[in-house]
Nanobody
């Protein structure tokens, strides 16, 4: 059984930085795909960034140049470094991993950016 635990959310002023982490635990041999999504109240969940097992990354246009996704395979952990935060980045952030044929979601962590 695999569990994801997210941390690092909080309240930050516009222009500030936060780093989110998502650690997977359980009986894991290899995690293929890891990604971050976000959902603001009343809006659809949207993709923020993804990272493959080999390290290739992809970002939403809205966060390119500001956010960086990375992973530590030895720790089964994915990170999202967020810089130059804007009020429109305010949302619940969710990590997701693809393990074998399963998609597993974290519980979400709140990010609030004040102006």
């Amino acid at each position: 059984q695999v569990q994801l635990v997210e941390s690092g959310g909080g309240l930050v002023q516009a222009g500030g930085s936060l780093t989110l982490s998502c650690a997977a635990s359980g009986n894991i041999y290899r995690i293929d795909y890891m990604g971050w999504y976000r959902q603001a109240p009343g809006k659809q969940r949207e993709l923020v960034a993804t990272i493959a097992s080999g390290g290739s990354t992809n970002y939403a246009d809205s966060v390119k140049g500001r956010f960086t996704i990375s992973r530590d395979n030895a720790k089964n952990t994915v990170y999202l470094e967020m810089k130059s935060l804007k009020p429109e980045d305010t949302a619940d952030y969710y990590c997701k991993i693809r393990y074998l044929v399963l998609d597993i979601w974290g519980q979400g962590t709140q990010v609030t950016v004040s102006s």
